[in-house]
Structure formats: structure tokens, C-alpha cells
């Protein structure tokens, strides 16, 4: 599956929990609208998927990841 439209590092992990790891995500102004850039962007959105994967809350694994916690802060 793809999964497009509005997805974010914000709501990616509830949407890995209804489709699973095997897909296509697509995000593309949530990546172009970082505070810090769109490098920033990406990294938030990979955190968000390493958080899912290890079975950390977002606010907990974004204590140590800049680019994550500042998207959970907007």
C-alpha cells in the first residue's frame, strides 16, 4: 500500500499500526515545512518510524532527537 496525504512524522506511527511496515510512505510538505530544512524533515520522519519499530513513544524517543521533537511541538 501507499500512504499519502497529509502524513506526518506525527501520525505515521498510528498509520504503521493499521498498514503495517510494508509500505510506501509518502509525505511531502510535511518534510518541506521543518523549522530546520528538509534534511531536518526527513530525519524526523525516519525517528518516528525507529521509534514505531522499537516500541517507543514518540515523546520519549524525541527527547534525544531534535528533528522529531521540534515537529511534536509545532
Known sequence: PVLAG???AVNLVKNLKVF???IMAL???S???HPDGIR????????AKEAYLKKIPLKEYAKE?????????K
Open 20 to 22: 503495517g511496515i510494508d
Open 6 to 8: 497529509g502524513l506526518t
Open 31 to 33: 518534510i518541506l515545512n
Open 27 to 29: 509525505a511531502g510538505t
Open 65 to 73: 532527537h531534535r528533528e522529531l521533537r521540534l515537529v511534536l511541538e
Open 40 to 47: 531536518a524533515g526527513v530525519l524526523a520522519f525516519k525517528q
